[in-house]
C-alpha cells in the first residue's frame, strides 16, 4: 500500500500540467450542470459546446488558471528535483571523499561525541564505526591533551579557526602513534558551530625514519670525532718524532761538522766554504723541521694553552701573508680541555686558510672569550665578504669542517659576510659536557 502510495505520489509529480488540464475540463462539465439543472437555461450538450460569450470566457479565464497553476507547480517539482539531484551528488562526492581519505577523519560535537568517522581512522584507531560513532572521542583515540586546555575541541569552542599540533595518540587496546591533527571548526548552514572536523596523519614511519637519521647522524659525527681524534694523535706523535729523532740528528751532524771545520787548513779556502755551506744548510733544515713539528702540533697548545697558540699561529699568519692580525683575548690565559683546543685551534687555522685564500683581506680581527658557560671565536676580515652561494655551497668542505668541529662538541657555528665588507665567523663552544646536536 505504500508503494502504491509513492507511486501515485511521483505519478501526480510528473503530470501537473495535465492535471490542471484535466482540472480545467472538469469545471467546465461541471459549470455546464449548473447551468442545465440549477438555472434551467440551456441544455447540457448546449450548455457544454455552446456556451454563452460571457459564460465561456469566464470558464476559460478558471481553466487557464486551473492549467497555470499545473504549469507553475510543474516547474516548481522540476526545480525541486534538480536541487535534491544536486543535494544528493554533493553529499555523495562529499562521502566519497571522506570515506576514501587517505587521512584518518572524524566528526566530533561539541559535547566530544563522534558523530562520524572515516575507514582509515577506524584502521587507525583499531575500531569498527560501530564502535566508534556515537561514542566520546577521548574514549575511542586518546592522547595527552584529552581533558586540557590544549584539546583541538576546545580551542575551536574557544574560538581558534584552525588548530593543527603533533601529538601521540593511543590506540584501542595498542601502542601510542605519532600523528599531526588538524581540526577545523564544522557549521551548520546558518553558521551556528556544531562541533569539529578533526583529520590525523599518521607519521610512525616519519618518525621512525627521522629516528634513523638521527642515530646515523650521530654514529657519524662519532666516528668523525674518532677520526679526527685518531688523526691529532698521530700528528702529535709525528711531530715528536720528527722534532726528537730528526732534530737531534741534525743537531749532532751540525756538531761534527763544526768539529771538522775547526779542524780544516785555513789555505784551503774552498774546503772551508763549503763546510759552512753545509752548517748554513743544516741549520735550515733545523728550522725546517722545526717548522713542519709545529704545524702539525704546536707545542704551545699543550704547553701554554689556546690563547698562547692562537696568538703564536696569528703571528706566523701575518709572516706568511703580510695580513695584519689583531687579537683580543678574554682572559689573557684561556686553558681548555685537549679536546676543545685542539677543535678552536684548528676552527681558527681554517678561518685564516680561507682568508688567505679567497677574502683579499688586509686586516684580521680575532676575538677569543671564555665565560663560565662557553668559548667563543670570532674571527672577522675585511675583503670581499663571502656570498650566501659560497656559505650553503656543498663544495665548502672548509666551512664543513668548521661546522662538524664545533657540532661535534655541542657547539655552533654562524657565518656571514657583507660584500666588499668582510666575512666573520663566530663559533660558540660549550666549556661542560654537553650532547651534540643531531
Same mark, same amino acid.
Given at each position: 500500500m505504500k508503494q502504491a502510495i509513492t507511486n501515485f505520489i511521483r505519478l501526480v509529480y510528473d503530470r501537473f500540467i495535465l492535471i490542471g488540464i484535466g482540472l480545467g475540463l472538469v469545471f467546465w462539465i461541471i459549470e455546464s450542470i449548473m447551468h442545465v439543472y440549477v438555472f434551467h437555461r440551456l441544455d447540457f450538450l448546449h450548455s457544454v459546446f =455552446?456556451? *454563452?460569450? %460571457?459564460?465561456?470566457?469566464? +470558464?476559460?479565464?478558471?481553466? *487557464?488558471?486551473?492549467? =497555470? $497553476?499545473?504549469?507553475?507547480a510543474q516547474w516548481l517539482m522540476n526545480a525541486r528535483r534538480r536541487a535534491? #539531484?544536486?543535494?544528493?551528488?554533493?553529499?555523495?562526492?562529499? /562521502?566519497?571523499? $571522506?570515506? /576514501? =581519505?587517505?587521512? #584518518?577523519?572524524?566528526?566530533?560535537?561539541?559535547?566530544?561525541?563522534?558523530?562520524?568517522?572515516? @575507514? /582509515?581512522?577506524?584502521?587507525?584507531? *583499531? /575500531?569498527?564505526?560501530?564502535?566508534?560513532?556515537? @561514542?566520546k572521542c577521548y574514549d575511542v583515540f586518546r592522547g595527552p591533551l584529552c581533558h586540557t586546555d590544549g584539546c583541538t575541541l576546545t580551542r575551536i569552542l574557544n574560538g581558534e579557526e584552525r588548530v593543527e599540533c603533533d601529538v601521540e595518540k593511543i590506540r584501542h587496546e595498542g601502542p601510542k602513534t605519532p600523528c599531526i591533527v588538524t581540526a577545523t571548526p564544522f557549521r551548520a548552514p546558518t553558521g551556528e558551530l556544531i562541533g569539529i572536523v578533526e583529520d590525523f596523519k599518521d607519521i610512525s614511519e616519519r618518525t621512525r625514519r627521522e629516528e634513523e637519521l638521527r642515530q646515523s647522524r650521530r654514529r657519524m659525527r662519532e666516528l668523525a670525532s674518532h677520526l679526527e681524534t685518531a688523526r691529532e694523535?698521530?700528528?702529535?706523535?709525528?711531530?715528536?718524532?720528527? %722534532?726528537?729523532?730528526?732534530?737531534q740528528a741534525l743537531t749532532a751532524l751540525k756538531m761534527e761538522l763544526h768539529w771538522c771545520i775547526q779542524r780544516l787548513p785555513e789555505n784551503d779556502k774552498l774546503l772551508v766554504e763549503k763546510a759552512n755551506a753545509l752548517s748554513g744548510l743544516i741549520d735550515t733544515n733545523v728550522q725546517l723541521v722545526q717548522r713542519i713539528s709545529s704545524e702539525l702540533r704546536p707545542g704551545l697548545l699543550d704547553n701554554l694553552g689556546l690563547s698562547a697558540a692562537i696568538e703564536w699561529e696569528a703571528g706566523q699568519f701575518q709572516e706568511r701573508t703580510g695580513i695584519e692580525c689583531d687579537i683580543v683575548c678574554s682572559p689573557d690565559d684561556i686553558v681548555l680541555d685537549q679536546s676543545r683546543s685542539t677543535a678552536i $685551534?684548528?676552527? $681558527?687555522?681554517?678561518?685564516?686558510?680561507?682568508?688567505? +685564500? %679567497? #677574502?683579499?683581506?688586509?686586516?684580521?680581527?680575532?676575538?677569543? @672569550?671564555?665565560?663560565? #658557560?662557553?668559548?667563543?671565536?670570532?674571527?672577522s676580515d675585511d675583503g670581499v665578504g663571502i656570498t650566501d652561494g659560497q656559505i650553503s655551497d656543498a663544495k665548502s668542505f672548509g666551512l664543513m669542517g668548521i661546522r662538524e668541529r664545533a657540532q661535534s662538541l655541542g657547539?655552533?657555528?654562524?657565518? =656571514?659576510?657583507? +660584500?666588499?665588507?668582510?666575512?666573520t665567523v663566530s663559533v660558540h663552544i660549550p666549556t661542560g659536557e654537553r650532547e651534540a646536536p643531531c
Open positions: =455552446s456556451p *454563452g460569450l %460571457h459564460e465561456a470566457w469566464m +470558464r476559460m479565464i478558471i481553466g *487557464g488558471m486551473f492549467v =497555470s $497553476f499545473g504549469a507553475y535534491e #539531484a544536486a543535494v544528493r551528488l554533493a553529499h555523495a562526492e562529499l /562521502t566519497q571523499i $571522506f570515506e /576514501t =581519505s587517505a587521512d #584518518a577523519m572524524r566528526v566530533v560535537d561539541r559535547d566530544y561525541t563522534i558523530l562520524r568517522a572515516n @575507514k /582509515t581512522f577506524c584502521d587507525l584507531a *583499531g /575500531t569498527t564505526k560501530g564502535e566508534a560513532v556515537g @561514542k694523535e698521530e700528528r702529535t706523535q709525528v711531530a715528536r718524532e720528527i %722534532h726528537d729523532e730528526l732534530g $685551534f684548528r676552527i $681558527f687555522q681554517e678561518a685564516l686558510t680561507n682568508i688567505a +685564500r %679567497h #677574502a683579499n683581506a688586509g686586516e684580521v680581527e680575532v676575538m677569543l @672569550k671564555q665565560t663560565p #658557560a662557553e668559548v667563543e671565536l670570532e674571527v657547539g655552533e657555528v654562524r657565518i =656571514s659576510g657583507i +660584500r666588499n665588507r668582510g666575512t
